[in-house]
């Protein structure tokens, strides 16, 4: 029997046909921008453009004189009067033959194959669902990492942040959990990186196993400004298209940051003047609605479960981006580099990281576990200096003298893989700290 959806991709294509388009010119060429005239009666912001045929551009500011429109690429070569076609409404097609692709942010192929789209077309910048209508997080999820199973759940629907330094182990944190959390689809999003990264990222950290369930989206550091803002934007209208298929998808984004910097660039050629550590305010609503886009769905959706990584120069944790993301996310991952450095993976500072999914996402007796390891790991945190200048006697404070003893298990056990089920790992817990284990 013939698939009923065989001819999807060529119905598709047959729709984004349009017999004609309207034209307009360059009339002044400034720093990072175009003037265009003639598109007034048609275009709207937000909408995409082809300038002399060959290079696509954003309509960023529009007046009675004409449109403000931002090349994706130099403006060297342009000439006045050149002609701007009109093109609309940036948007995508997916469809489930997607899975095991690399993509960019305009849904072309970028691993050589062809890439059919589907009968559904998705705007890049949609709403999220209703707030009223979205149920609440759902069930934890299995990550294959043992500090995850139980100090710092993740549950379905839940959107997390990833903070960390550069070369600290972000990649290959976001690399594991694609290989172990229990998605039907993942999506992600490599925004702003190295190209050598993103083969790298595929072929090693990832794996043909991890790939196999994956679509990624891609937007090298090379890439102007206005792609690698709308690769996150594709990012999550695939992510929506399957959430809206009832899947639960994990998103993996990395990183926020090159988000936020690109949304910089892009405001200043629009004109708007900076703010707070030299950023646009536009640079807030643009994260923050991305990040809002996640989470459950409603009665009749599925839901897209996020870990979005940040990017925190010097470790600073309250920069303008990562302030903004601590406040909207449910829950924040710090890796520190003192603790890459002395070679323990995840290099996961626990009493700087939380999951908002607590207490919920855990029974009483693994809350208190989950609270007696963490007084220990405090315990320990403050006489570190003094146990390394000599200065802790033994028998000063039970806790203190608690927390020496169990702190090389409690350390090795943020690097641990999953010991089992859930409840494996909290036994293990439970093992270390001398709490009572759990059922």
Not at 305 to 327: F, H, K, N, Q, Y
Not at 408 to 416: G, N, Q
Request: aromatic fraction near 4%; charge should be neutral; glycine fraction near 12%.
């Amino acid at each position: 029997m013939m698939p009923s959806d065989m001819f999807d991709p060529l119905t598709m294509r047959l729709r984004a046909i349009r017999p004609s388009h309207v034209v307009g010119r360059v009339t002044a060429l400034g720093p990072g921008y175009l003037h265009v005239t003639g598109l007034n009666r048609v275009a709207a912001m937000g909408d995409r453009v082809l300038i002399d045929g060959a290079m696509a551009g954003e309509i960023l500011h529009m007046d009675a004189q004409g449109c403000r429109v931002m090349p994706e690429g130099t403006a060297e070569g342009l000439r006045l009067q050149a002609r701007v076609t009109h093109l609309g409404q940036p948007g995508i097609a997916p469809h489930r033959g997607w899975i095991g692709r690399v993509i960019d942010a305009d849904a072309q192929p970028l691993d050589g194959r062809p890439l059919f789209p589907g009968q559904r077309r998705y705007a890049l910048t949609a709403p999220p669902p209703p707030p009223a209508a979205r149920r609440g997080l759902g069930d934890r999820l299995e990550t294959g990492q043992a500090v995850f199973d139980t100090l710092l759940p993740l549950v379905r629907g839940q959107r997390i942040g990833l903070f960390a330094g550069s070369g600290v182990g972000k990649s290959r944190l976001i690399g594991s959990l694609a290989r172990a959390v229990k998605a039907d689809v993942i999506v992600i999003g490599l925004i702003g990186e190295r190209g050598r990264e993103l083969r790298d990222f595929i072929t090693d950290t990832l794996g043909p196993e991890g790939l196999s369930r994956a679509v990624i989206v891609a937007a090298t550091s090379d890439r102007p400004a206005l792609t690698r803002r709308r690769a996150a934007n594709t990012m999550m209208a695939v992510a929506e298209y399957f959430r809206d298929e009832g899947a639960h998808v994990l998103v993996l984004a990395d990183s926020i940051t090159r988000v936020a910097e690109a949304q910089r660039e892009v405001a200043v050629a629009a004109g708007e003047p900076l703010g707070l550590g030299g950023f646009p305010a536009s640079m807030a609503q643009t994260i923050m609605g991305l990040c809002e886009r996640a989470g459950p769905g409603t009665a009749d959706q599925g839901d897209i479960t996020a870990v979005l990584s940040v990017l925190v120069a010097g470790s600073d944790m309250e920069g303008p981006i990562a302030d903004i993301m601590r406040g909207v996310l449910d829950g924040h991952v710090v890796l520190d580099r003192r603790i890459a450095e002395r070679g323990r993976y995840p290099a996961i500072d626990l009493l700087r990281s939380v999951s908002r999914a607590l207490p919920h996402a855990a029974s009483s007796e693994e809350n208190a576990l989950i609270t007696q390891a963490r007084q220990l790991l405090g315990a320990y945190d403050k006489v570190e200096v003094m146990l390394q200048a000599g200065l802790y006697s033994r028998g000063s404070d039970p806790i203190t003298d608690k927390a020496v003893a169990c702190w090389p298990k409690l350390d090795a056990f943020v690097s641990s893989p999953s010991y089992g089920t859930l409840s494996d790992s909290f036994a293990a817990l439970a093992g270390i700290t001398g709490g009572a284990p759990t059922s």
